[in-house]
Nanobody, 112 residues
Framework: QVILVESGGGLVQAGGSLRLSCTAS????????MGWYREAPGKQREMVAA???????NYADSVKGRFTISRDNAKSTVYLQMNGLKSEDTGRYYC??????WGQGIQVTVSS
């Protein structure tokens, strides 16, 4: 079990970019899948992106072509590069591990 800490969120104008980071308290090299979820007011929590140790990625249709997930096992960190942000991307973003660990979440607000 690891503690996950997100960073990099904030307020950005529509069309802008942010990069979220998720740093684990321990090694993630033995954790196959890591990912990001988001939750917005009035909406269900949804999976945004996921990545395996082998580099296989999966994205929600709503972010394909705009978001990129990556991981650096040596730094125990997972990233989410978000480009072309839209107001509907506003929400609280959570880092998760395949083992069921969740971060505390970080707010992303996109102003139109």
């Amino acid at each position: 079990q690891v503690i996950l800490v997100e960073s990099g969120g904030g307020l950005v104008q529509a069309g802008g970019s942010l990069r979220l980071s998720c740093t684990a308290s321990g090694s993630i090299s033995t954790i196959n899948a890591m990912g990001w979820y988001r939750e917005a007011p009035g909406k269900q929590r949804e999976m945004v992106a996921a990545i395996t140790n082998g580099g296989t990625t999966n994205y929600a249709d709503s972010v394909k072509g705009r978001f990129t997930i990556s991981r650096d096992n040596a730094k125990s960190t997972v990233y989410l590069q978000m480009n072309g942000l839209k107001s509907e991307d506003t929400g609280r973003y959570y880092c998760i591990s395949e083992d069921g660990d969740w971060g505390q979440g970080i707010q992303v607000t996109v102003s139109s």
